[in-house]
């Protein structure tokens, strides 16, 4: 393992711990149409699995130096991608999906050009911070895992979103991940 790894993986740490008093604070007194509350554990489980794995396949496995930087850089590309993301969204995002009772369409930001910015580079950085230890393995396995989740949350939340005629007019021409593509 690199001596930046840790550093790496203690910043997204930090990051997701700060996300979720910021959630909190969002969603505290708000009601509102959750998208999927039985998937909830499943992404908090993914997401704790994220932080343990890794570190403790690199450590068992020692796996050689090859092609960290470039993973290490698309680490640091995805998690701008995510709080550039959170930022648009302001008040309106929180991370059990909470359609509030008083929800605007947010078009700023990269929610321009695509549905799921936040989804997206989170995929990413299932990806990357495993491949930045060298545990491709955990890469692997936790995208796999990540993409399931993702998967049933986002069906969930697009019900409940595209009930919004709002929404559904700023979004139903606009790819969920790449703009154009998919």
């Known amino acids: 393992m690199r001596p930046w790894y840790p550093l ?5 740490l930090l990051q997701r711990l700060v996300e979720l008093r910021r ?4 969603t505290k007194g708000q009601a509102g149409a959750v998208g999927d509350p039985f998937g909830f554990p499943l992404m908090v489980g993914v997401h704790v699995a994220l932080f343990l794995l890794p570190p403790l396949e690199s450590k068992l496995t020692r796996p050689p ?4 930087v470039v993973w290490a850089a698309a680490l640091l590309g995805a998690t701008a991608l995510r709080r550039w993301s959170i930022r648009s969204l302001g008040s309106q995002w929180n991370v059990r999906a909470l359609i509030r009772s008083d929800f ?9 050009w695509i549905r799921h910015p936040n989804y997206l580079a989170v995929a990413a950085e299932f990806a ?4 930045a230890a060298g545990a ?3 890469a692997l396995g936790l995208s796999m895992a ?3 989740v993702l998967a049933r949350r986002i069906r969930a939340e697009e019900r409940l979103l595209l009930a919004d005629p709002g929404y ?5 021409s606009k790819a969920r991940f790449i703009p154009g593509v998919l």
């Open 8 to 12: 790496f993986w203690l910043g997204l």
């Open 23 to 26: 959630s909190s604070a969002n």
């Open 65 to 68: 130096a090859r092609s960290r």
């Open 104 to 112: 605007q369409p947010i078009t700023a930001g990269p929610y321009r």
């Open 128 to 131: 990357a911070l495993p491949m």
């Open 136 to 138: 491709w393995r955990s």
């Open 146 to 148: 990540n993409g399931y």
């Open 168 to 172: 559904r007019a700023q979004f139903s």
